[in-house]
């Protein structure tokens, strides 16, 4: 098998899929024509398994030889941001593929069109894990809440899946073993006093007071009270408190919103435990009342050692040892493949997608409504997971 020039051969097409998909992008659970576009492209190539209710789809080639089975992951959904890239293929329906997902949906495509154009030496099976919902909406979980995740009941052996970044030099595989991405989640915070007049304050029950306090105190939390090398991070997002018009009223409630990263699973549970007690506290000496509430979270994403070296050994076969490097550090970002990889052993890995005809100083990140990626990496990616999955099998 040639797969890197046979993804060549493919990568006009697969560009082509890239800029339709990335016209029509999708919101959370809720892609329809996302969904029906990569239907269009796999469904003959092995069993489908389709969810609407969750917009995702599973499809699992058979090999000409029994064997387990690898699991291939690619997200769908696009990010609530209004694109200013320029581009003629450009998004106009106020969401964008920000995250490059819509590079990620061409690369599974082209991966299983390799997987199926050698599918008589595949020494057992490629489930095609076709997701919605990555990015913050727990798409990962209701699939394998559905099974969606077992190919005849059964978890595969190995999972891997591929994540581009608009600002990494163009076609540098990189992962690392362990601890790779943050787990992500929020916390929204209520504190409810009395309303009163500003000029008396002692009448009412002022909550912005002890929110500002808790707000500098979750800072003092988290780097006097955890490891700096089992870093935990709470940001706030955002604030809320009385009415820009007025400044001599006393709210009655008061409001902030943060995210949370961890590395661990400990830590995990930890500071969600630590940061109630801080909040719930200081509300209690200011008198006033006070909701915490932490929303579903991705868990961290933890890369199997083996899979990580697999991840090296079949890079470095198909592209030469100059394309992948270990990753030194992991990165605060957060992703739900983690939720696979909690469940099969396997490796998430990072594509450097870099514009060509851009400075580096000028790339504008993921995520941003001026992101540009590099199309030219779709065809190794498509290589490498069907690599990955030819590999593991033999």
């Known amino acids: 098998m040639q797969l890197v020039e046979e993804a060549k051969k493919l990568q006009p097409e697969l560009v082509a899929l890239r800029r339709e998909l990335h016209q029509i992008p999708e919101f959370g659970l809720n892609l329809p024509k996302t969904l029906a576009t990569v239907l269009r492209e796999v469904s003959s190539l092995g069993e489908v398994r389709s969810e609407p209710e969750i917009s995702s789809a599973t499809v699992l080639i058979r090999g000409a030889n029994p064997g387990p089975t690898v699991l291939l992951r690619a997200d769908m959904d696009a990010l609530a941001v209004v694109e200013d890239t320029g581009l003629d293929f450009a998004s106009i329906n106020g969401y964008m593929h920000a995250c490059g997902h819509d590079l990620h949906m061409a690369i599974g495509v082209g991966a299983a069109r390799l997987i199926h154009s050698h599918r008589d030496s ?56 362990g601890p790779m991405m943050a787990s992500a989640g929020d916390m929204i915070v209520k504190f409810r006093g009395k309303a009163g007049h500003g000029s008396m304050p002692w009448l009412g029950k002022d909550p912005v007071s002890p929110m500002v306090q808790a707000m500098g105190a979750i800072q003092q939390l988290t780097t006097k009270s955890f490891s700096a090398f089992d870093q935990v991070i709470v940001n706030i997002g955002w604030i809320r408190a009385g009415d820009t018009h007025t400044t001599n009223v006393i709210p009655e409630e008061a409001s902030f919103g943060a995210t949370i990263r961890t590395f661990s699973k400990e830590n995990f549970e930890r500071i969600r435990v630590e940061l109630r007690q801080l909040i719930e506290g200081i509300a209690q000496a200011f008198g006033v009342s006070v909701d915490v509430e932490f929303t579903e979270a991705s868990k961290v994403v933890l890369n199997d050692p083996k899979a990580v070296e697999q991840v090296k050994t079949t890079a470095t076969r198909l592209f030469g040892s100059e394309r992948f490097e270990y990753m030194t550090d992991p990165i605060t970002g957060g992703e739900d493949f983690s939720s696979v990889l909690e469940l099969i052993p396997g490796s998430f890995i990072f594509l450097g997608a870099g514009a060509a005809d851009t400075a580096p100083q000028d790339w504008q990140a993921n995520h941003s409504n001026r992101a540009i990626f590099n199309e030219s990496v779709i065809s190794d990616g498509s290589a490498l997971l069907a690599g990955l999955a030819f590999d593991v099998l033999a």
């Open 122 to 177: 595949l020494k057992g099976n490629v489930l095609m894990f076709f997701q919605s919902g990555e990015e913050g909406h727990g798409g990962a979980d209701r699939m394998i809440e559905r099974g969606m995740h077992l190919a005849d009941g059964k978890l595969p052996v190995a999972a891997y899946g591929i994540h581009v970044f608009s600002i990494g030099k163009a076609g540098g595989f990189t992962t690392k073993a």
